[in-house]
């Protein structure tokens, strides 16, 4: 019993210990984080000047992390024009949504046109796909209604009744294309918001007759709004049927080449996307006779290529923002070192005054370590904060969200703790290394 007894002692003396040596080191950072305020508020001048090169770094690389996210997020919202389930066979690639690397212009202009007779051919043949739409594309058109014209600026649209799904722009006011429509080459359409806003501001546009490029065309429906606060023109074209367009603008471009058109798919529920776009591959493969070796004569995207092409394209200017940012830090933190190392000179005889009073040499390298950090991370608050302001000043011109990378703020942060730490060391280290008796005899 006396065992067990003084066993238990032996227990409670030594958790005694723990708890009285857990809260010694918390006393200890909590005045080390004091002095390291006092020290700073101590010098104010100098502590601007170092946080100088700290702010210019954080606020580098969150101004244009921000910035790019901002413009990032309105940009994928406006690249999505397809659904989800959606993707677009063209002849030509589309703005660098390239799939068919290292083939040149005049090796891609030799190749067929998509036609409707390939069209046909999905919508028989591909069994993971329900909607195959068409579209052929016509720009600088004007569209007018009893003497009141709108600017050449407008685009018209040949197309299918599959349009307002697999382009997710649906139609607000009427009635959208039908299959008869297209067989007979009926001349009706479907304006645009902005152009319907423009000609019929005040009465219903439906059953009224425009011209589009000189043509008579009866308004059957008027799209949705979908504003674009990239300057996008999806507010400013004309649907009509891909028969009439043909009619108007006839089967051949401006070089006598046949046209080629554009054809949107739309994946069945429940078929993965990849699945269907694998099998309307094979499908126009052999629509065109090619062999397993040759390669696609067609390319094809959807909206997460597009996204993924931006993205590419934007991952250099993060890379240099990054870099340049983390030169300026590396300057600075080279000038946080120096200061420090001043600082450890001209309080000599305060650290041989602690040191004689009992302090040992972790509590003078912490109570300096601390120092540097706490100015790194008061640098590293004031450049994320600057760094969100100048990234998101585009939204005050434009119709932008304001957007904040959090995650960003953090990494910054917690890199300016780093740079804090690794070039607050040694002079913390030299600090703690001084003799009491040397010290005290510094003049």
């Excluded at 238990?8 to 005045?31: C, D, I, P």
Aim: proline residues 3%; glycine residues 10%; contains cysteine.
């Amino acid at each position: 019993m006396q065992k067990l007894f003084s066993c238990f002692g032996t227990l409670r003396l030594r958790a005694s210990a723990f708890v009285f040596s857990v809260q010694e080191n918390e006393m200890t950072l909590v005045e080390s984080f004091k002095m390291a305020v006092s020290a700073i508020g101590a010098h104010k001048l100098r502590s601007i000047l170092t946080l100088v090169g700290i702010v210019a770094g954080v606020s580098a690389i969150i101004s244009v992390m921000t910035g790019v996210s901002v413009i990032q997020t309105q940009i994928e919202k406006e690249l999505s024009v397809l659904s989800s389930r959606t993707f677009q066979i063209m002849k030509f690639p589309m703005g660098g949504f390239n799939n068919n690397r290292n083939l040149n212009f005049r090796e891609i202009a030799r190749w067929p046109p998509l036609t409707m007779d390939h069209v046909d051919a999905l919508r028989e043949r591909v069994k993971s796909v329900d909607l195959v739409g068409a579209e052929l594309w016509h720009y600088n058109t004007r569209v007018s209604y009893r003497g009141e014209s709108t600017e050449a600026n407008n685009m018209v649209c040949g197309g299918t009744p599959e349009y307002p799904e697999n382009n997710t722009h649906y139609v607000e006011l009427g009635r959208n294309l039908s299959e008869e429509d297209v067989v007979v080459g009926r001349r009706v359409a479907v304006l645009g918001y902005s152009i319907a806003n423009e000609l019929f501001p005040f009465i219903d546009p439906i059953g009224k007759t425009v011209k589009i490029d000189g043509h008579k065309f009866t308004v059957q429906g008027v799209f949705a709004e979908r504003k674009s606060a990239t300057g996008g023109q999806f507010d400013q074209y004309v649907l009509i049927p891909i028969s009439a367009w043909t009619q108007l603008y006839g089967t051949r471009d401006g070089r006598g080449r046949p046209r080629s058109i554009f054809i949107t798919v739309r994946s069945r529920q429940g078929y993965p996307l990849e699945e269907a776009l694998e099998e309307t591959r094979a499908v126009l493969r052999a629509e065109r006779g090619l062999s397993p070796r040759d390669r696609d004569t067609f390319h094809w995207f959807t909206s997460d290529s597009q996204i993924k092409a931006f993205n590419d394209a934007t991952a250099g200017v993060k890379t240099g923002a990054f870099v340049l940012g983390f030169v300026a830090l590396l300057v600075a933190g080279i000038g946080i070192m120096n200061i420090m190392l001043v600082s450890v000179t001209e309080r000599t005889k305060e650290i041989g005054i602690r040191k004689a009073l009992g302090a040992k040499r972790p509590a003078i390298l912490l109570q300096f370590l601390m120092e540097a950090i706490v100015l790194c991370n008061i640098g590293g608050v004031i450049g994320v904060l600057i760094g969100f302001g100048l990234g998101n000043i585009v939204t005050v011109f434009t119709d932008f969200a304001i957007h904040v990378p959090m995650e960003w703020a953090v990494r910054g942060v917690l890199f300016c703790s780093v740079v804090g730490l690794v070039f607050g060391m040694w002079p913390a280290f030299r600090a703690s290394r001084l003799a009491p008796i040397d010290a005290l005899r510094y003049e």
